[in-house]
């Protein structure tokens, strides 16, 4: 394949444009960094989690939101692998773990080249089983036992049901949100013998780099649940899927290389596909576009990666898949043997796919003009023609959209990994909370917590979930530790206020507010004002609320203009917490250091509410939850009125009347009913009894289930 030449002015100057239109989109370095710093964090705050809990699933991210391979208009989803580490997996029988379950990868004379399947190896000898253990094990040929690759799929459509959601499934993935995709697999620590020649092969020797290649022989592989398309036995085989090394290569990867993947995808979703879908149902998809990027990236020279040649190494790129097309073999690039063409694109969709590509090869990519995906047609020929074009968006407009969403999905997973470890815990007493949360703040943590990483970046974001979550648990071992002096009339020792200050700066809002409640609780009214009025001058206009209970729709929750601002002008940590305001919690272990009003919130459910709640709401709705800012204006009510300051009480109930109408309105409430009830009671001590009854009714009429309003109704109209 010939190398094309970059001489044309026109090139040139294109992949120039080209190049301001990505940036445009936020493909930049920056904000592929911080794209990729968010997703790494998210990954390890989930494994964190449950590494903390004494789990075995370790969780990674990848894709083009990790690898920052994605713009606003291409509506990304989120890929997601669960690897199950608790499973050892053979290669061999010297690979056998004892007192672990043992799969043996087989090799049937059934299986593809990418393909295996798991023979079921006894934990106490290395002996295969002879009997099936559970309902997905499969007797085959000569009794040996195979692990069926429906286990994820029959529990994702059972939460389904029972969530009463929809299940979406694509391939391996089973979800039940359409903008995720949930990979469960096994984590096999060598690379079978499919990956040998890639690392064998001649090449330029320019890239991979010898260390590169070296430290991808040590990160393994995933067995994935996907038979192979064209097997009568699917069921039963498990797919290699070397994504660890894939992503290892990705962010090897310059700026140059990152806009050429982009253009390609973008080519692919605007052009090619609807296309490719006039003439059947074939797709090319965006791993064929990385398969390609990642030979062009081996056999191209470095000097041809310059910005002013980006369409010759697009076209390059391009050019690739068309040769790809007439062999009718797609390679994998680490396993060359296997045909990613298999089950996407047959030999009539391979010659349309040809067809359209000779049509943007031969006109030196003219479709890119008219690619509606993020205006970048437009924005690629602004300036070219003397017609202004006004209404593409400016670029740091992109960039704030870009950041606060993602700051907003980053603390939102953060803060529901940290309320996965604490939803175990219902059935505890008080002091049974107090010992446990105890145990994992000063033992498991700091012992247990450790990754098989590669990728020193890792191993230091490991660090840094784990001490934000032992500083997280502090705030309720210190709230636990307080409610049970509380209740037994006893002094709160040094070591509990120590706790509170450890997690003071969990986030601006939500520990300070737990200890101006225990102070309240304790009487403590002027040392309240103090802590409350520290909590009014740090939430100021910039802060952002936040809610990891499932309630903040982490991919569609607009900011507030005034943080994306402010995020945007930060460091690459989008998920910075001095700018966000967590809910507040209390478990129930907890209730002696929270208003008793919110007791009522502990056990909102009435009759059978308990069997209409969602999934994620299970853990969350036997605690009480209420958002920061009402809730420190509810806590400055009950304080002023406590001291009698009438004028300052008013003035808190205003405050907690604009604080949840304008959160409503704004979406910066995501407890409204909480938010609501409160303000009722507010209502109520004013003396105000219909106006409070018709406040708990409005909550009542939007959330009729398990909300406190139902037990606050019936209070008031015994009275009436």
């Known amino acids: ?100 379950k043992n799969l043996l990868m087989v090799k049937h004379a059934t299986c593809s080249p990418q393909h295996y399947r798991l023979q079921e190896i006894r934990a106490d000898s290395p002996l295969p089983h002879t009997h099936p253990i559970d309902e997905f094990s499969v007797v085959g040929e000569q009794g040996m036992i195979f692990k069926n690759n429906k286990e994820s799929e029959v ?95 990705m962010f090897s990867m310059e700026m140059i290389h990152i806009h050429c993947y982009v253009t390609l995808k973008l080519l692919k979703k605007d052009t ?47 050019n690739i898949i068309r040769d790809w097309t ?171 206020w120590s706790w509170y200050s450890a997690a003071i700066d969990t986030d601006v809002a939500s520990t300070r507010l737990k200890l101006a409640s225990m102070l309240y609780c304790k009487g403590e009214l002027q040392m309240t004002l103090e802590v409350l009025e520290d909590v009014e001058r740090r939430y100021d206009n910039s802060v952002q609320a936040m809610c990891g209970c499932g309630r903040m729709d982490q991919l569609n929750t607009k900011p507030h203009e005034s943080f994306a601002e402010l995020m945007n002008a930060g460091d690459t940590d989008v998920a910075s917490t001095n700018k966000v305001a967590y809910c507040v919690k209390f478990l129930r272990q907890e209730a002696y250091c929270a208003p008793p009003i919110l007791h009522y919130e502990m056990v909102r459910a009435i009759e059978d509410d308990i069997r209409h709640r969602r999934f994620h709401e299970s853990f969350w709705m036997n605690w009480a939850v209420v958002d920061a800012r009402p809730f420190l204006h509810y806590l400055q009510y009950l304080t002023f009125r406590d001291l009698g300051v009438i004028a300052r009480q008013q003035q808190a109930l205003l405050s907690l009347m604009d604080s949840v109408i304008d959160g409503i309105e704004q979406k910066q409430v995501f407890h409204p009913e909480t938010a609501g009830n409160l303000l009722a009671h507010c209502l109520e001590m004013e003396g105000r009894i219909d106006d409070a009854l018709n406040m708990y009714l409005a909550s009542q009429t939007d959330f009729p289930r398990n909300n406190a309003a139902n037990w606050h109704i019936r209070r008031l109209t015994s009275f009436l």
């Open 155 to 249: 529990d994702m459509r059972r939460q389904a049901a029972e969530d009463n959601v929809p299940y979406y499934h694509a391939g391996p993935s089973h979800s039940v949100h359409e903008m995720y995709d949930i990979v469960c697999a096994y984590r096999c620590r060598k690379l079978p013998t499919e990956c040998d020649s890639w690392f064998n092969r001649p090449r330029p020797g320019n890239w991979p780099t010898p260390e590169m290649l070296q430290a991808a022989r040590e990160l393994g592989c995933f067995l994935v649940p996907d038979g192979h398309c064209d097997s009568e036995f699917s069921s039963l085989e498990w797919r290699v899927s070397p994504n660890l090394i894939e992503r290892h290569l």
């Open 1 to 100: 394949m010939a190398v094309y030449a970059s001489g044309w002015l026109f090139y040139d100057v294109m992949s120039l444009r080209l190049i301001a239109a990505l940036e445009d989109l936020g493909v930049t370095k920056l904000m592929v960094g911080r794209r990729r710093h968010t997703f790494l964090m998210n990954e390890s705050a989930f494994s964190v989690d449950s590494k903390i809990r004494d789990g075995q699933i370790v969780f990674y991210h990848f894709g083009s939101m990790t690898e920052g391979t994605t713009t606003p208009g291409m509506e990304s989803d989120i890929d997601t692998l669960e690897s199950d580490d608790s499973v050892n997996i053979m290669l061999g029988w010297p690979d056998w773990k004892r007192g672990r």
């Open 272 to 318: 090619i596909n609807p296309y490719l879908n006039r003439n059947g149902n074939g797709k090319l998809t965006s791993f064929h576009c990385k398969t390609a990027l990642f030979y062009a990236r081996e056999q191209l020279l470095p000097e041809m990666w310059t910005v002013d040649r980006l369409f010759d190494c697009v076209l390059y790129c391009l």
């Open 326 to 496: 007439i062999n009718g073999h797609s390679p994998h690039y680490i396993m060359d043997a296997v045909n990613l063409f298999d089950g996407k694109l047959n030999s009539e969709q391979r010659t349309s796919l040809r067809n359209i590509l000779d049509i943007i090869i031969g006109t030196h990519l003219a479709p890119l003009a008219f690619v509606k995906a993020d205006d970048l047609g437009g924005r690629l020929l602004h300036n070219v023609y003397t017609v202004a074009i006004w209404d593409m968006t400016p670029r740091r407009t992109v960039y704030e959209k870009i950041v606060g969403l993602l700051s907003v999905h980053g603390n939102a997973v953060r803060m529901f990994s940290l309320s996965n470890i604490l939803k175990h815990t219902a059935d505890k007493t008080p002091d049974e909370l107090y010992l446990y949360l105890h145990s994992l703040i000063t033992e498991r943590p700091l012992h247990q917590i450790h990754r098989h990483r590669s990728e020193h970046a890792l191993c230091r974001l490991d660090a840094e979930n784990r001490d934000y979550c032992i500083s997280y648990l502090k705030q309720h071992l210190a709230s636990t530790a307080a409610s049970i002096c509380l209740q037994h009339g006893m002094q709160i020792g040094s070591r509990v």
